[in-house]
Each structure stands twice: as C-alpha cells, then as structure tokens.
C-alpha cells in the first residue's frame, strides 16, 4: 500500500506543452509512472511525447479517467489550474510551480476545501511513491522501495533524507514533498497522518523549516497517537536570523516559537529523534527501528 500516488494512478500534466511540464513529463514517464495525458488550452486534439493533449481537465478527465494531476502552470494561472482540477474531479493535485501569489492561493484552497481532493505544494517537489509513480520533480533514481515514510517542507531535504534512509539499507514508502510556501494545501500533521495509517509505513522523517506552527501541530498528533510508529524529525535554517525570509516564501522567523531551536524543542517533548543534521537521519532511524534512538 502507498499514500496518494501508486502504480494504479492515471496522472495528467497541466501545462503538458511548456518546457518545464515537457522535461518532467518525460522524467516521469521514463519512471513508469502512468502518464495518461496532459492539458494545454488550445492544443487539444494534438499529441505531445505520445500523450494526447486535452483543451481541459474535464475533458482529459472524461477521456482518460484521469485521478491525479501535476501542475507546470505559470504563477500568474496557477491557482485557477488547482480549482479546475478540483472542479474535473481530479483527487490529488500537485502543484509544482513556485511564485502563486499568496491572495491567489487564499482564494484556491478556500475553494477546494469541501471538494474530495487531496492539493500537495505549491512550490514542492511532489510525490513518489518508490517503484510505482513518480509524480513531480524528485530525481528518482535516489528513492528506493522500503516501509519509511517521508515528510519534507524542503525539496532538496526530501532527497536527502531519501539517501540517507537507503544507504542505512532502508527504503521508501512515500515520500510527500508538502512545499515551503505560507499558504499550502497539505500542512505536515495532514501528511504525517496519512504516513501514520498507512499499514506499509514503519516510521516517519518529518523534515521541517523556520516559520509558522506545521511542525509543533504535527508533533501534538504525533504525541496523540501514543507515539505509535518512530518518527525522525529535522528543522532546517538553524542559524537564521529573526526577520530574514531564508529560501523559501514561508521560512520566516515572526516570533519566538518560529525558530530552530524552538521547534526542535517541542518536537522532542512530543517524542519525536530530533537530529542537528540531516546527515544523521539514516543511523537515527536505525536506532529508533531498534529502540535505541535518543535526540541529539
């Protein structure tokens, strides 16, 4: 079993024709994710990398059967890309593109919220569920099947952490990239709950940032569960200054409990192995699959 993307998807490219929705179109279908299709207004009826070209979601929807959707639009056309998936019947969305204007994205999760969809990003990396579908822009070929969940606002930490978790001769279940923006559709406690009920994951990586509360909400429901399966936490921007945006639109320290130090704090008093460095994941994760693990 997978969380929100697996061999069985039938995934469509928004913004199929454009150069960024092009190159990863065909990273992910050299993956042997199911690329169905994909929409660009104006090009429907055409073929583009042997995929058929739909003027719209709904059509591409009614045509492929379509349940996933992966979004190469610009900035500007992003946000009404998300609702018009919503809108198709699309279930997971995954919103690649960086830059949405933040009253744009206000407006799009406000309208989804009562669709049955599942948003992942803005400016994320996407899903992959290791040996099944790729559904974004993660380089592949680091990811390696196995029973350990990953939850990362950082997309080069995703990666990271991925390596880090194989070369301890561990391997993958899902790896969610949940994106670094203010307004985002999947915050870390919604997807470290999918990871926590999914009967194929054994234990979690939550890798966070500076800024905003997702981390100390996810290790509450983490301490919720009774701590049911280990997870392996990480805060990037552990020098950062008070004030300075560092990287990503949302890694903003506002006030006391949006620093480093702070959210590993709290992670730990819920029962999370907190590392300093990403480089320790793999052996912490190790040890917590023993009962060994402590925070450093």
């Keep these: 079993m997978s969380v929100l993307v697996n061999k069985d998807s039938k995934v469509i490219v928004q913004g199929f024709t454009g150069s960024e929705g092009s190159f990863h179109a065909q990273q992910m279908i050299e993956y042997g994710t199911n690329v169905v299709g994909g929409v660009t207004p104006g090009k429907g009826g055409s073929t583009h990398l042997d995929k058929p070209v739909f003027n719209t979601v709904a059509d591409a929807v009614v045509q492929t059967g379509a349940n996933v959707s992966i979004i190469f639009v610009p900035p500007a056309f992003a946000a009404d890309a998300i609702m018009e998936a919503a809108d198709a019947g699309i279930k997971v969305i995954v919103a690649i593109t960086e830059g949405i204007p933040v009253k744009d994205m206000i407006y799009a999760k406000e309208y989804?919220?009562?669709?049955?969809?599942?948003?992942?990003?803005?400016?994320?990396?996407?899903?992959?569920?290791?040996?099944?579908?790729?559904?974004?822009?993660?380089?592949?070929?680091?990811?390696?099947?196995?029973?350990?969940?990953?939850?990362?606002?950082?997309?080069?930490?995703?990666?990271?952490?991925?390596?880090?978790?194989?070369?301890?001769?561990?391997?993958?279940?899902?790896?969610?990239?949940?994106?670094?923006?203010?307004?985002?559709?999947?915050?870390?406690?919604?997807?470290?709950?999918?990871?926590?009920?999914?009967?194929?994951?054994?234990?979690?990586?939550?890798?966070?940032?500076?800024?905003?509360?997702?981390?100390?909400?996810?290790?509450?429901?983490?301490?919720?569960?009774?701590?049911?399966?280990?997870?392996?936490?990480?805060?990037?921007?552990?020098?950062?200054?008070?004030?300075?945006?560092m990287g990503h639109a949302g890694a903003i320290i506002g006030g006391a409990d949006d620093t480093a130090a702070a959210k590993m704090k709290i992670m730990r008093e819920n029962g999370i192995f907190v590392v300093d460095s990403p480089a320790n994941i793999g052996e912490t994760m190790l040890q917590a699959l023993k009962g060994e693990a402590v925070s450093s």
């Design 112 to 245: 989804i919220q009562d669709k049955d969809v599942t948003l992942i990003g803005p400016n994320c990396p996407g899903v992959i569920t290791p040996g099944e579908a790729k559904v974004g822009i993660m380089p592949g070929f680091v990811f390696k099947p196995g029973r350990i969940g990953i939850v990362s606002k950082s997309g080069t930490l995703t990666y990271e952490a991925a390596d880090q978790i194989v070369k301890a001769g561990l391997g993958i279940s899902t790896a969610i990239g949940i994106g670094g923006d203010p307004i985002i559709g999947t915050p870390t406690k919604n997807a470290v709950e999918l990871l926590m009920e999914d009967p194929e994951t054994d234990a979690i990586v939550m890798i966070g940032e500076i800024g905003g509360n997702y981390e100390a909400v996810a290790a509450e429901y983490i301490r919720s569960t009774g701590n049911k399966k280990p997870v392996v936490g990480f805060i990037a921007g552990q020098t950062a200054p008070a004030g300075r945006r």
